[in-house]
């Protein structure tokens, strides 16, 4: 032990006048750490978007691995977005139903799913679905690439990490996120549909009518494509927390979690924001 | 694979020593978060000649091999790859400089979702485009019975031994053809006759390709058999260099001790 520094305790501290010995005054420290972990957070954030956004717009292209994480991203969330929108769809029919139905108002149900789902529900299940799994596979396979220096190994072999397992995730994830959004949405009308006609049948095609009745494409169009900055903001949050990681497994642990509840985070908070804008520009 | 090693070609011809360096390290320099690893380095590395760099764990080694290949950057002092700094290149300059580097990691670092076959064909199908498929596979079987791998092409790199991922290691980072060779303990963690058999395949390459390699290992015994010089780093900075002969006639107390204790 001989040289190593001592950390004297409060007791061993002289007292000073004015404060209490039994409470030592608390230090600023957490504060101004936790202020700088955001400003570095978000300043890290800004230098790797702009890194990938370099990376993706000069040569080479990587095509080859785009279409495999579009693969990843889209055809392998298809069913879990399929069937969330499908929950979601049958769960407003039953809950707009029952409010419906204290009013007499209940032919308005179908446009009251339809809007619901294709509005705001169908969008909103889809960015945080995708955000849950993709996010947590995006983070913890590249934090686990990471730790085991399979990224330094792309950087050795003169390969650019930011263009080839950044740039082509954070791509697949803004293409893919308004398809699965359009699936969520159909299989949401569906299940709504399928709800509703088992209490009071009604034909798909009068539900549909119906349902659709008054409407334009920028109702539908602009819901559907906002979830493409979802698709960005997974994608982003999760090759960010993926490629910074550092510390083994533990490390590769913390970066899928902190994917999967900052996307959640910033999707929901990305809503707010475009929802506003979309009533703004389009109406 | 267990015939007795041969000793590495020696540059006693004066001619040898006039070639220039293809790897030079200069002062350099480097620090995280305020510990100094590195204090005013200096080594150079000529085609053909092997460069064993030895010392105690954590003294830097890995980090210089890093610095080297550009994956840090110094905080002062220069590397040199051809007499060209890496520092002063644009990316896409020292992503032309590393196309000439081979780099085997301390764990091999294969990508663990592509089979030994797929590892070793990255490289190649990024920047040997001109090459056709069977071309690349070709080259790939070539490269793999190069380092002894042959028929393990389709296994994953968890279903392998840990000399047998640093023999696909060593393959992939030989795919480019490099004129420099830079292996990060390429004998740690394996039984002797692994240790034995890396050994004499980095022999073997330096014989048949004459590239310029620079070995970090704390295994005197592999950096013996493998290297022509060999220098000793102790708190960040080199303290004795040159043939095994002129390290065991140093009187540096550091160097007696590490030499005993190998």
């Known amino acids: 032990m001989n040289g190593q520094a001592i950390t004297p305790s409060p007791e061993m501290l002289p007292a000073i006048p004015g404060h209490s010995s039994a409470h030592p005054p608390r230090p600023a420290i957490p504060t101004v750490g936790l202020v700088n972990g955001f400003f570095e957070w978000f300043g890290g954030l800004g230098t790797f978007s702009w890194r990938v956004l370099r990376a993706a717009v000069t040569p080479p292209y990587e095509w080859r691995e785009l279409i495999r994480q579009l693969d990843e991203v889209g055809s392998q969330s298809l069913p879990l977005v399929a069937l969330a929108g499908a929950a979601v769809g049958a769960v407003l029919s039953m809950e707009v139903r029952s409010s419906m139905a204290r009013f007499g108002a209940t032919s308005i149900l179908p446009s009251a799913v339809v809007y619901s789902v294709i509005q705001e529900m169908g969008p909103t299940i889809t960015g945080l679905v995708v955000s849950g799994r993709v996010g947590a596979g995006i983070g913890a396979e590249l934090a686990s690439m990471k730790v085991t220096e399979q990224i330094d190994a792309i950087e050795v072999s003169a390969i650019n990490p930011y263009r080839f397992l950044a740039s082509t995730r954070i791509l697949a994830c803004i293409l893919m996120l308004p398809l699965l959004t359009v699936a969520a949405d159909a299989s949401g009308v569906l299940m709504g549909w399928v709800a509703q006609t088992l209490v009071q049948p009604i034909s798909f095609h009068q539900f549909i009518v119906t349902g659709f009745a008054g409407s334009t494409l920028k109702d539908f169009l602009p819901p559907t494509f906002k979830t493409a900055v979802f698709g960005l903001i997974i994608g982003l949050v999760a090759c960010f927390q993926g490629m910074r990681t550092r510390g083994g497994a533990e490390g590769v642990g913390r970066a899928a979690t902190n994917s999967v509840v900052l996307a959640s985070l910033f999707v929901i908070l990305a809503d707010v924001v475009l929802v506003k804008l979309i009533l703004v520009v389009f109406q | ?262």
Do not use: W
Not at chain 2, 37 to 53: F, M, N, P, Y
Not at chain 2, 158 to 182: C, N, T, Y
């Open chain 2, 1 to 262: 694979m267990a015939t007795a090693l041969e000793t590495p070609t020696s540059l006693q011809d004066p001619e040898e020593h006039s070639r220039p360096s293809v790897v030079a390290v200069e002062d350099l320099f480097k620090a995280f978060d305020g510990q100094v690893v590195l204090k005013g380095i200096g080594l150079t590395v000529r085609r053909g000649e092997t460069l064993a760099v030895l010392g105690r764990s954590g003294t830097g080694k890995s980090v210089l091999l890093r610095l080297i290949v550009g994956l840090e950057t110094p905080d002062s002092g220069s590397v040199c790859i051809n007499a060209n700094s890496i520092a002063a290149l644009s990316l896409d300059g020292l992503n032309a400089v590393r196309m000439k580097m081979g780099f085997l990691f301390q764990h091999a670092a294969l990508y663990d979702s592509l089979t030994v076959g797929e590892n070793v064909a990255f490289p190649l199908e990024h920047h040997r485009r001109d090459l056709s498929k069977s071309e690349r596979g070709e080259r790939v079987n070539q490269l793999l019975a190069e380092v002894g791998m042959e028929g393990n092409l389709d296994k994953m790199p968890s279903d392998i031994s840990g000399g047998m991922q640093k023999r696909v290691g060593l393959a992939r980072a030989l795919a480019l053809e490099p004129e420099i060779l830079l292996l990060d303990e390429p004998t740690a963690g394996l039984d002797p006759i692994s240790s034995g058999e890396i050994d004499e395949l980095v022999l073997k390459l330096q014989r048949e390709r004459q590239m310029a390699s620079i070995v970090v290992t704390h295994d005197l015994h592999s950096a013996k058999t493998i290297a022509n010089r060999l220098a000793i780093l102790d708190q960040g900075s080199v303290i004795v260099e040159g043939t095994f002969d002129d390290l065991q006639q140093s009187t540096i107390p550091f160097v007696q001790e590490f030499l005993s204790h190998s």
